[in-house]
C-alpha cells in the first residue's frame, strides 16, 4: 500500500472503499475476455488439451486471487471486532451444545488457521472453554471460513456454497459434542492442563473506519501473501485435470458406484497441506469431469480440517490419543457427509 493511498485512507476511507470496490469489479469483469486473448496469442489450438488448460489457467489464477483479496480484506475489517479475547469471551459460560453451535459459527468469521492452532488453543484452555467447544471451533475455524464459502458460491452457486456451510457447522457442532462427551481432558499435555486460569473478560477498543481499513490490509498482506503458491498450485493440478483427465477415469474413480471413493478420498485429503483457496480449484476441475460430489466435498473436508501439518502442531498441546480421537471423529463424520450426499444426489 502506498504512501498516498495510505493518506486517502485516512482522509476518505469511505470514498477509498467506494472507488477500490469499482476497480475490482471492473478488472473481474475482464477475467474472459482477457484469457480468451492470452490463449488466441499462443500457437496452440483453442480446442486441444493444452489449449483448454492454458484457459482454465489463465482465467481461474486471477479470478481466485481477485476473490481472495476481495474476500479476506472485507473480512479482515470484519475481524477487527472478533478478537481472540472477544472470541474467548463469547463462549465461556454458555451451556454445551449450545456453546458447540456457538464457537462453530464463530469459526466463519474468525481468522485463524492451522498455524495458530496453538496459542489459540491453550487460550482457550486458560479461558475455561470447554475442551469440546473448543474442538467445534479449531474444526469449523479453517473448514468453513469466509474464503472457502466465497469462493464456492463464485464458482458453483449458492446451492453448493450452503451446503458446505451447513455440512461443515455439523461436522464440527457434532464432532466437538462427542470430544466433549468423552471427557479427554487428562489427554491435554501436563504443561496445558497446569497453566494459571485467566479471565475471559476483554477491554473494547474505539476502532475507526480507517483503522478497519487498515485491517483489512494487513489481512491481504498476511494471508494472501502465504497463500498464493497453494492457489497456483491448486489451479495448475485443476487445469491439468480440466485439459487431460478423461471424463470416464474419473467418474469411475470418484463416482457414485465407487463405494470406496469416500473413504479413499478422505485417506488422500489428510496428508494433503493447503486450504480453501488452494483446493477449490482442483474440486472444480473434479466435479467438471464427472467426479461425484459427496465424494469431492469429502476430500475438500479432508483436506481443509484434518491436515497432517496441523497435527503436528496441536501434538505439542495434545497426547496422541486425544489427536488420534480427534482425527477418527472427524473424519467419521465427513465420511457419513459423503455417503450421504452420493446417495441423496
Given at each position: 500500500?502506498?504512501?498516498?493511498?495510505?493518506?486517502?485512507?485516512?482522509?476518505?476511507?469511505?470514498?477509498?472503499?467506494?472507488?477500490?470496490?469499482?476497480?475490482?469489479?471492473?478488472?473481474?469483469?475482464?477475467?474472459?475476455?482477457?484469457?480468451?486473448?492470452?490463449?488466441?496469442?499462443?500457437?496452440?489450438?483453442?480446442?486441444?488439451?493444452?489449449?483448454?488448460?492454458?484457459?482454465?489457467?489463465?482465467?481461474?489464477?486471477?479470478?481466485?486471487?481477485?476473490?481472495?483479496?476481495?474476500?479476506?480484506?472485507?473480512?479482515?475489517?470484519?475481524?477487527?471486532?472478533?478478537?481472540?479475547?472477544?472470541?474467548?469471551?463469547?463462549?465461556?459460560?454458555?451451556?454445551?451444545?449450545?456453546?458447540?453451535?456457538?464457537?462453530?459459527?464463530?469459526?466463519?468469521?474468525?481468522?485463524?488457521?492451522?498455524?495458530?492452532?496453538?496459542?489459540?488453543?491453550?487460550?482457550?484452555?486458560?479461558?475455561?472453554?470447554?475442551?469440546?467447544?473448543?474442538?467445534?471451533?479449531?474444526?469449523?475455524?479453517?473448514?468453513?471460513?469466509?474464503?472457502?464459502?466465497?469462493?464456492?458460491?463464485?464458482?458453483?452457486?449458492?446451492?453448493?456454497?450452503?451446503?458446505?456451510?451447513?455440512?461443515?457447522?455439523?461436522?464440527?457442532?457434532?464432532?466437538?459434542?462427542?470430544?466433549?462427551?468423552?471427557?479427554?481432558?487428562?489427554?491435554?499435555?501436563?504443561?496445558?492442563?497446569?497453566?494459571?486460569?485467566?479471565?475471559?473478560?476483554?477491554?473494547?477498543?474505539?476502532?475507526?473506519?480507517?483503522?478497519?481499513?487498515?485491517?483489512?490490509?494487513?489481512?491481504?498482506?498476511?494471508?494472501?501473501?502465504?497463500?498464493?503458491?497453494?492457489?497456483?498450485?491448486?489451479?495448475?493440478?485443476?487445469?491439468?485435470?480440466?485439459?487431460?483427465?478423461?471424463?470416464?477415469?474419473?467418474?469411475?474413480?470418484?463416482?457414485?458406484?465407487?463405494?470406496?471413493?469416500?473413504?479413499?478420498?478422505?485417506l488422500i485429503g489428510v496428508p494433503m497441506y493447503t486450504n480453501a483457496a488452494g483446493v477449490i480449484p482442483i474440486v472444480q476441475a473434479l466435479l467438471a469431469k464427472g467426479a461425484a460430489l459427496g465424494t469431492v466435498l469429502a476430500f475438500m473436508m479432508s483436506v481443509?480440517?484434518?491436515?497432517?501439518?496441523?497435527?503436528?502442531?496441536?501434538?505439542?498441546?495434545?497426547?496422541?490419543?486425544?489427536?488420534?480421537?480427534?482425527?477418527?471423529?472427524?473424519?467419521?463424520?465427513?465420511?457419513?457427509?459423503?455417503?450421504?450426499?452420493?446417495?441423496?444426489?
Amino acid at each position: 500500500m502506498t504512501t498516498l493511498a495510505m493518506r486517502w485512507t485516512q482522509r476518505n476511507p469511505t470514498a477509498f472503499l467506494v472507488v477500490a470496490a469499482l476497480l475490482w469489479w471492473g478488472l473481474y469483469q475482464s477475467l474472459i475476455p482477457a484469457s480468451e486473448a492470452l490463449v488466441a496469442a499462443l500457437p496452440v489450438a483453442r480446442d486441444s488439451h493444452l489449449g483448454g488448460a492454458l484457459q482454465f489457467f489463465f482465467y481461474d489464477t486471477p479470478k481466485v486471487l481477485l476473490l481472495l483479496t476481495g474476500v479476506v480484506f472485507v473480512m479482515g475489517m470484519v475481524n477487527s471486532y472478533f478478537t481472540p479475547e472477544r472470541t474467548r469471551a463469547l463462549l465461556v459460560g454458555r451451556s454445551e451444545g449450545v456453546a458447540n453451535m456457538m464457537a462453530a459459527s464463530l469459526g466463519i468469521v474468525t481468522p485463524f488457521c492451522s498455524c495458530s492452532a496453538v496459542p489459540l488453543f491453550i487460550g482457550f484452555v486458560q479461558a475455561g472453554v470447554p475442551l469440546g467447544v473448543t474442538f467445534s471451533f479449531l474444526i469449523s475455524a479453517p473448514m468453513v471460513n469466509e474464503v472457502a464459502l466465497t469462493l464456492l458460491f463464485s464458482l458453483f452457486g449458492w446451492k453448493i456454497a450452503a451446503l458446505y456451510l451447513g455440512l461443515g457447522l455439523s461436522v464440527a457442532v457434532v464432532a466437538g459434542w462427542i470430544i466433549g462427551r468423552l471427557k479427554m481432558e487428562a489427554h491435554l499435555e501436563d504443561w496445558v492442563r497446569d497453566m494459571p486460569k485467566m479471565s475471559a473478560g476483554f477491554e473494547a477498543a474505539e476502532t475507526t473506519l480507517a483503522d478497519r481499513v487498515q485491517a483489512g490490509f494487513a489481512s491481504v498482506r498476511d494471508i494472501v501473501g502465504k497463500v498464493w503458491p497453494y492457489i497456483l498450485a491448486g489451479i495448475a493440478i485443476g487445469a491439468g485435470i480440466h485439459g487431460w483427465v478423461p471424463e470416464d477415469f474419473m467418474a469411475s474413480f470418484m463416482g457414485k458406484d465407487a463405494w470406496w471413493s469416500v473413504p479413499l478420498a478422505v485417506l488422500i485429503g489428510v496428508p494433503m497441506y493447503t486450504n480453501a483457496a488452494g483446493v477449490i480449484p482442483i474440486v472444480q476441475a473434479l466435479l467438471a469431469k464427472g467426479a461425484a460430489l459427496g465424494t469431492v466435498l469429502a476430500f475438500m473436508m479432508s483436506v481443509i480440517a484434518l491436515s497432517l501439518p496441523e497435527m503436528v502442531i496441536l501434538r505439542k498441546v495434545l497426547k496422541v490419543r486425544l489427536i488420534a480421537t480427534f482425527i477418527g471423529v472427524v473424519a467419521t463424520g465427513i465420511m457419513i457427509v459423503g455417503f450421504v450426499f452420493n446417495w441423496v444426489l
